[in-house]
């Protein structure tokens, strides 16, 4: 599947089929987290796979009452391993890098499940300390996004996106582009 179709056309998920996730399927989309490009690839992240229903609630639970991600049939939370980064880049490394390395690599999961035909939502809206007692994460750990992964079981419509005009900005901030 082409890049730009993936990119286009993938969803954010909220309803999901009860179908299990291949193996395979997991391993290939965390693979292709790993591909993700990293402040000096020192490939901040982990990940910890979730199937157990009950952990699943104590997720749903901690992420606000977003339900929805229990009716998966796996979750990836996805973590910054903080001390990673930080031991070449310091407070830079811990407070921004891990977050974008984490980012990237979960951009690429999103894709990658998308290419497979499975659906994913990037929950970011959580409370920390509570998914991080749920997991036993180490203090140097961060969680940073609960996804749940699944076949879809809704076809959402493509939500709106700002024109380009509005958002680049030539040689300095506030010249925009009259067309582009």
């Not at 891990?98 to 994913?120: E, K, R, S, V």
């Not at 969680?143 to 005009?165: C, D, F, H, S, T």
Request: charged share 25%; aromatic share 8%.
């Amino acid at each position: 599947m082409d890049v730009f179709e993936c990119i286009r056309r993938r969803r954010s998920i909220r309803a999901y089929k009860k179908d299990p996730v291949s193996e395979d399927h997991l391993r290939e989309i965390l693979k292709a987290a790993t591909w993700a490009p990293s402040a000096g690839n020192l490939q901040s992240w982990e990940f910890i796979i979730v199937r157990d229903h009950t952990t699943k609630v104590r997720l749903a639970e901690a992420a606000y009452g977003q339900y929805f991600i229990v009716e998966a049939p796996v979750i990836i939370v996805v973590c910054a391993n903080e001390e990673r980064s930080a031991s070449r880049y310091g407070d830079r490394g811990r407070t921004l890098y891990t977050i974008q390395d984490t980012a990237a690599a979960i951009q690429n999961m999103l894709l990658a499940a998308y290419a497979l035909g499975y659906g994913t939502c990037w929950v970011g809206a959580f409370n920390e300390n509570d998914v991080k007692r749920i997991l036993d994460l180490p203090k140097t750990v961060r969680p940073v996004a609960i996804v749940p992964l699944g076949r879809p079981n809704e076809n959402p419509v493509p939500p709106r996106r700002l024109e380009l005009k509005r958002v680049v900005h030539l040689e300095k901030f506030g010249n925009h582009p009259k067309e582009f």
